[in-house]
């Protein structure tokens, strides 16, 4: 089994990122084989693993353009059973290429190329760019499923409409399969009444797209945890820096919700 999930939401800092990571190293944390695939050109994910540029050659624009394969830019990370496929800022030259009007399913490049990882990998999780670009369209199309993070702040679902509407476009035509794993509220405050009632209008309108763990009516809300803030600088999870945190625990909860799914 190898399960393709995309990290994906157009707004800037939402917690895509911090929710690729973490969901990624909670599942191989579980004993699963996992491939964390960093898609954006700035390269948080590479970094949060705690990789500078001068730690690797090659990275997933390689293997975009068709010079390396998946299986020859992937790194071993420092968390058992966790892989990392790195970028760095000159994927930003892929959107050029793609838009290169001789290119034929060019939403489906990357599908293309993680075949040859297919059984390698129980689940591979990709981190996708603040835009519904070329980028961004190739992870959809190469993914079995998304998960949404949705920052619990003002202006919280401005865009949604579009990403839902892509993502069921694409549903429509090149990937029949693609699924909305669910919409994950982070940066959750208690103390703040916005927060509150941002989870209060996500719970209203999309009760049955958030996250619940067996048994229980609450769903999984990742709160604003300072540990989870500070983990990329150490360059690691937050499930390995700070494992008892309260942002530890609720990405290990919905890798548990995820592997009983
Ligand atoms: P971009 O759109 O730029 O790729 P993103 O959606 O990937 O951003 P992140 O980089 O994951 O967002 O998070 C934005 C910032 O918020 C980061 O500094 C991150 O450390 C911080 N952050 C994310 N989640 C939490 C949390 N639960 N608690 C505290 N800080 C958080
Ligand atoms: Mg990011």
Redesign the pocket.
């Known amino acids: 089994m190898n399960e393709v999930i995309s990290i994906a939401?157009q707004k800037?800092?939402?917690?895509?990122?911090?929710?690729a990571v973490n969901l990624a190293a909670s599942l191989a944390q579980k004993g699963k084989k996992v491939l964390l695939l960093d898609l954006?050109p700035?390269s948080?994910a590479t970094t949060s693993l705690g990789f500078s540029r001068s730690d690797y050659e090659f990275n997933i624009y390689h293997v975009l353009i068709g010079s390396k394969k998946l299986s020859e830019v992937v790194l071993e990370t420092a968390i058992k059973n966790l892989s990392l496929a790195p970028s760095t800022i000159g994927l930003v030259g892929i959107e050029k290429e793609f838009y290169s009007p001789k290119k034929q399913n060019r939403e489906l490049i990357l599908k293309e190329k993680i075949k040859v990882v297919t059984g390698k990998f129980d689940f591979i999780i990709i981190?996708s760019?603040?835009a519904l670009g070329p980028i961004t369209i190739n992870a959809l199309s190469a993914s079995d499923s998304v998960i949404i993070?949705i920052q619990c702040e003002f202006f919280a679902l401005e865009g949604l409409a579009q990403l839902l509407n892509t993502v069921s476009l694409l549903k429509k035509t090149i990937n029949p399969k693609l699924k909305i794993k669910g919409f994950l509220p982070?940066?959750y405050s208690g103390q703040n009444n916005l927060s509150k009632q941002v989870l209060a209008d996500l719970s209203h309108h999309f009760k049955e797209r958030l996250f619940h763990t067996k048994g229980s009516e609450a769903c999984i809300v990742?709160?604003?945890?300072?540990k989870?803030?500070e983990s990329?600088s150490f360059g690691k999870p937050v499930t390995a820096y700070a494992s008892k945190s309260k942002?530890a625990i609720a990405y290990q909860e919905l890798a548990t919700v995820i592997l009983e799914d």
């Open positions: 939401n800037g800092g939402v917690g895509k990122t911090t929710t954006d700035q948080n981190d760019p603040p993070p982070t940066m990742v709160p604003r945890n300072v989870v803030a990329p942002g």
